[in-house]
T-cell receptor, first 115, second 113 residues
Framework: DTGVSQDPRHKITKRGQNVTFRCDPI?????LYWYRQTLGQGPEFLTY????????KSRLLSDRFSAERPKGSFSTLEIQRTEQGDSAMYLC?????????????FGPGTRLTVL | AQSVTQLDSHVSVSEGTPVLLRCNYS??????LFWYVQHPNKGLQLLLK??????LVKGINGFEAEFKKSETSFHLTKPSAHMSDAAEYFC???????????FGPGTRLSVLP
């Protein structure tokens, strides 16, 4: 399978714990995006990388959130001191940075439940 | 700033009847527009895209959409609904350089037998 993969698919944690999610993009894609999706809503942009550089962060990304893409390949999203409001589906997508459409290819998501 | 409005949160049709999912956008420049579909427990899948070429865009599974600049609309249609079309549909507006995808709130399509 050469699509976008995410790990884990599901994560249940207690409030106050730290969690880390991983995303492996399509190999030739140099852009990588993180989104958050809550029930009944569309995905909301969190941040994106061009190769290893984090170029944009949404104001939704509080200080407890950090994302990295150390070698321009896979990316991690860490949430520190989780809160119940962090419960959501976290989506990763990747794309090329040229072309007329910039189509984003999405992974299956990581569903986070904070108890 | 860009924004997307999906006028119906839920649409219900009978199998074999036409589907219309409405989308209006706001953008300060000529945008790219996408429709994505999300089936339960599956990832988002691209249905079709408009990128300033033909205004009538054909996508997968018999879906098509028409870009109407004067109405700032990009409605999604299908002549005949199938049970497998039941899913959540998202209209997306994309900025000039493709970094900023703004999703609408989604329309849930139900298909009745």
């Amino acid at each position: 399978d050469t699509g976008v993969s995410q790990d884990p698919r599901h994560k249940i944690t207690k409030r106050g714990q730290n969690v880390t999610f991983r995303c492996d993009p399509i190999s030739e894609h140099n852009r990588l995006y993180w989104y958050r999706q809550t029930l009944g809503q569309g995905p909301e942009f969190l941040t994106y990388f061009q190769n290893e550089a984090q170029l944009e962060k949404s104001r939704l990304l509080s200080d407890r959130f950090s994302a990295e893409r150390p070698k321009g390949s896979f990316s991690t999203l860490e949430i520190q001191r989780t809160e119940q409001g962090d419960s959501a589906m976290y989506l990763c997508a990747s794309s090329l940075d040229f072309g007329t459409s910039y189509e984003q290819f999405f992974g299956p998501g990581t569903r986070l439940t904070v108890l | 700033a860009q924004s997307v409005t999906q006028l119906d949160s839920h649409v219900s049709v009978s199998e074999g009847t036409p589907v219309l999912l409405r989308c209006n956008y706001s953008s300060s420049y000529s945008p790219s527009l996408f429709w994505y579909v999300q089936h339960p427990n599956k990832g988002l899948q691209l249905l079709l895209k408009y990128t300033s070429a033909a205004t009538l865009v054909k996508g997968i599974n018999g879906f098509e959409a028409e870009f109407k600049k004067s109405e700032t609309s990009f409605h999604l249609t299908k002549p005949s609904a199938h049970m497998s079309d039941a899913a959540e549909y998202f209209c997306v507006v994309v900025n000039l350089y493709g970094q900023n995808f703004v999703f609408g709130p989604g329309t849930r399509l139900s298909v009745l037998p």
